[in-house]
């Protein structure tokens, strides 16, 4: 500004300078040798003739005051603009309130843990580099962290009202980090995925499930029949979900062929992407099956072994100060051993039951009722991540923030949080109702895919497919 200020000056002293040197080089011709005064013009006195150059330096004067004046006023203005007093300019945006602030970091949970997830399952597809391998790590690191922070917060730690807001913007910060990590890698990662035969290998997947799916729900009939339907109830409508994935799979690979033939590159990629998860979720979808199948004939072979080891332990605690519970664990053990004689059960709840009848008794922590604890902790923990992600457009974050947490547990506490996460995720999934269920869309497997977050759901169609990468880059394929 103190620039314009000295051109404001020069400018007037330009204007001016003119006159001033009018003046000052007016000379008076000389006359023959003799020293002469200088006449009068045509009746014009000596004050009038010298008039001009006196004005000269009160008119520089009076315009530097005014181009100084005018930028006083400048100066002022602009440091009213940049005031910060209330009244002065209009005031920030309020910031957001506690509810607002939850609000917007339990969405940033879901939508991190959603790119986790995909990105996961999109690196079983591709020989990644090892920097692609990385960002995933480290997203996963970022995620844990902020599920450890909001789970905290859901404990009421902090107390106070500022470090709650600041836990809430720390779930947030994590949050958008873990979606940077995997954004930066999605170009190289689509480098990697572009120079393999994708299409051959999604082709060979589709084929191997296709071919199991008959096998599994054989299996499950089985385990039905000999133990319950309580038995399998986790896995109730596992296949016939697969089944829909790969009915939609199989529409979504007949065009990414004929994206690729007619050299339609995005429109191959899109197709493709959106085959891969569906077929993903289908693998996933029939793995339950056949593990909770595993999981159950393995605890009807555990449970006599366990509930004799129960017993022992709690006849060596008789006479101890734990009459009552010692009495309780008796009730559940003898209900058990019933069961066993008494027709079809489930074994892996009552593998449980034995295991939380010695819980808190001191006992239990080596041998066979280890070994129950266990199994049991692992089924819940796999049984409600399966649902988590094939179901993860529409659980929110309350579920998938205990299952994380269940998943740095101990057993005891680990299956119990587990099954409290599998229990919130389908209340999400009943209250969320899905909006592509309708027939036409039952038929493609539209409604499964976009249920399982292979496509956000956006449009008639399904809207755009989910590929590998955070927030910025996952829908980069249309």
């Known amino acids: 500004m103190g620039h314009a200020v000295l051109g404001g000056v020069a400018g007037v002293v330009w204007l001016v300078l003119p006159v001033m040197t009018s003046v000052a080089q007016d000379p008076v011709p000389p006359t023959g040798g003799g020293t002469v005064a200088a006449a009068p013009a045509d009746g014009v006195d000596e004050a009038e003739g010298a008039s001009a150059a006196d004005y000269v330096l009160p008119l520089v ?71 692609v391998v990385r960002a995933l790590r480290a997203a996963e690191t970022e995620l844990s962290a902020a599920f450890a922070i909001w789970q905290r917060y859901e404990e009421g730690v902090p107390e106070d009202p500022a470090g709650r807001r600041q836990a809430l913007v720390g779930v947030v910060g994590r949050c958008a980090e873990a979606g940077r990590q995997l954004d930066a890698q999605a170009a190289a990662f689509d480098t990697g995925w572009d120079t393999g035969d994708a299409l051959t290998a999604a082709e060979d997947r589709f084929r191997e499930l296709a071919a199991r799916a008959g096998g599994v729900q054989n299996a499950l009939a089985g385990a039905r029949a000999r ?158 991540d399966d649902f988590v992600g094939v179901h993860r457009g529409a659980v929110g974050p309350q579920a998938r923030a205990l299952l994380a947490k269940a998943g740095a547990a101990a057993p005891a506490d680990a299956d119990r949080l587990a099954r409290r996460a599998r229990e919130l995720a389908g209340r999400d999934v009943r209250a969320h109702g899905n909006p592509f269920a309708g027939q036409a869309a039952h038929e493609s497997g539209l409604a499964g895919v976009v249920l399982g977050g292979v496509l956000l759901g956006e449009e008639e169609d399904g809207g755009p497919v989910v590929a590998f990468g955070g927030p910025d880059t996952r829908g980069r394929w249309g």
């Not at 009076?62 to 009213?80: F, N, Q, S």
């Not at 002065?88 to 607002?100: E, F, G, K, N, T």
Request: with cysteine; charged share 25%.
């Open 61 to 131: 004067a009076v315009a530097a005051a005014g181009v100084l004046g005018g930028y006083g006023y400048v100066r002022r203005t602009r440091r009213a603009r940049s005031r910060t007093t209330p009244g002065i300019i209009s005031p920030l945006p309020p910031a957001p309130s506690p509810v607002d602030l939850e609000r917007q970091a339990g969405a940033s949970l879901v939508l991190a843990d959603d790119c986790v997830r995909t990105s996961r399952e999109a690196l079983g597809h591709v020989d990644a580099d090892e920097a």
């Open 227 to 384: 133990y319950g339907p309580g038995a399998v109830d986790a896995v109730q409508g596992y296949v016939e979900q697969a089944k829909d994935r790969l009915v939609f799979a199989t529409g979504r690979l007949n065009q990414a062929r004929q994206k690729t033939d007619s050299g339609d590159g995005d429109g191959y990629r899109r197709e493709l992407c959106a085959a891969e998860g569906a077929v993903a979720q289908a693998r996933v979808l029939l793995g339950a099956v056949t593990r909770l199948v595993e999981e159950v004939r393995t605890a009807a072979e555990l449970v006599p072994a366990a509930l004799t080891g129960a017993e022992a332990e709690l006849a060596g605690l008789r006479g101890t100060a734990l009459p009552v519970r010692l009495a309780q664990a008796d009730v559940v053990l003898a209900a058990v051993r019933a069961e066993l004689t008494g027709g079809p059960y489930d074994p892996l709840d009552a593998l449980r039951r034995v295991v939380r009848a010695v819980e808190g008794t001191g006992g239990g922590r080596t041998g066979v009722i280890a070994a129950g604890a266990g199994l049991v902790a692992r089924s819940a923990l796999r049984a409600a």
